[in-house]
């Protein structure tokens, strides 16, 4: 089953009557316009089972207060899955949602959340936030934080820059994770980082070449996946277009589960630029990594002849800064997109949407 099947014949794929549904959920729409998953009471319990799993993959407990910096409105799953996994496992819950520094430290001093579930990319504003007003996160309830939507592992399963750039000023561990709402299902980390585990309870995945066939430990492949138990719109083999390495050794932390690495690149995002072949996502990750770059956004294009064209709108600091990107740019990537030097309202105005649930860095105009 491909996105573009549910897409097309949405309703189809509705296995009860409206009758039985409780919540109308519906991805982002990052690959196109958006796709509705109706749940019944019995889907809205399994997520909750779903997530408080993820919570124990994660190493917390009913002991464990959470602070959810994620919306719960927006038809988005996620927040919702994070709220019920946190009921489900009897925790203590603060629901704080997206954005407002202020409110996240005054909940922080007030409630002493031992968890934040929350993007990535935020916490390194949070952190700026707290030494700008005298706070010390080093001094604060905070001992995880569940990430979500962007990876803080590079492909070697090593922590990215942002991760670094988090862990650098604020003593926390980091988890990765990974789903969609076609999955109603995540794959979290345990504490030995190897990896985002699958909970093979709730979920078939297989991680399959270009000819269909199941790699092997440690290769990229198409993330496919068969959510078990899901009532109002189960699937059979949805095809994520996720590439992702698979990993199907023990753990050391004992389970013997197949696990995931972070995203390398979704499929239908591979661009060609001047004959080689790559994700947007390591054009990101260099980005992140460079001192010089403020704010960015990057814009996939097609141009006159229908070749890919890449633009990266970016706020840059420092002497020779435009050449000292541009420079590393090439040398690690071997290509050079078209860098437009833009002011930090120019490309936030494009990054972040009042009607989007997270910020977008990426903008496929093909």
């Given amino acids: 089953t491909e996105k573009d099947d549910i897409a097309s014949r949405n ?67 996620a927040g919702l899955a994070y709220f019920l996994g946190a009921n489900e496992l009897g925790a203590r819950i603060i629901r704080s949602g997206p954005g407002a520094l202020q409110l996240q430290w005054e909940s922080i001093k007030r409630f002493k959340p031992t968890v934040l579930v929350a993007v990535p990319s935020f916490i390194p504003r949070l952190i700026k936030y707290a030494i700008e007003n005298g706070i010390d996160p080093n001094k604060s309830s905070v001992k995880k934080i569940i990430c979500i939507g962007e990876a803080v592992r590079d492909e070697n ?91 199907n050794e023990p753990c050391s932390c004992g389970r013997n589960t197949p696990r995931l690495g972070p995203v390398i690149g979704r499929k239908q995002q591979m661009i060609k630029l001047k004959g080689t072949s790559l994700y947007p996502n390591a054009i990101i990750d260099e980005l992140n990594a460079l001192p010089e770059v403020v704010n960015f956004v990057i814009e996939l294009h097609s141009d006159d002849l229908g070749l890919d064209e890449v633009r990266v709108r970016a706020l840059l600091k420092g002497e020779n800064a435009q050449t000292n990107v541009m420079e590393h740019l090439s040398g690690k990537l071997r290509v050079k997109p078209r860098l437009i030097l833009s002011t930090n309202e120019e490309i936030n105005s494009l990054k972040f949407n009042e009607n989007e649930r997270k910020p977008k860095i990426l903008i496929d105009r093909r």
């Fill in 157 to 247: 399963l090593e922590p990215n820059f942002l991760a670094n750039k988090i862990t650098s000023e604020w003593n926390v561990q980091l988890f990765s994770t990974y789903a969609s709402t076609e999955m109603a299902t995540a794959f979290t980390e345990c504490e030995a980082g190897c990896g985002a585990h699958v909970q093979p309870e709730l979920m078939f995945v297989e991680v399959l070449d270009e000819e269909g066939k199941q790699v092997e430990n440690g290769k990229p492949g198409e993330v496919v996946v068969t959510p078990l138990g899901v009532e109002g719109m189960p699937v059979l083999r949805f095809r994520t277009g996720d590439v992702c390495n698979y990993y």
């Fill in 11 to 77: 309703e189809d794929f509705l296995c009860v009557g409206m009758e039985d549904v409780r919540d109308i959920v519906t991805t982002s729409g990052t690959l196109g316009g958006s796709v509705a998953s109706y749940l019944t009471q019995n889907d809205l319990t399994r997520l909750g089972v779903n997530e408080a799993g993820s919570y124990l993959l994660a190493g917390c407990s009913e002991e464990d207060t959470f602070q959810l910096l994620t919306t719960i409105d927006k038809r988005f799953m």
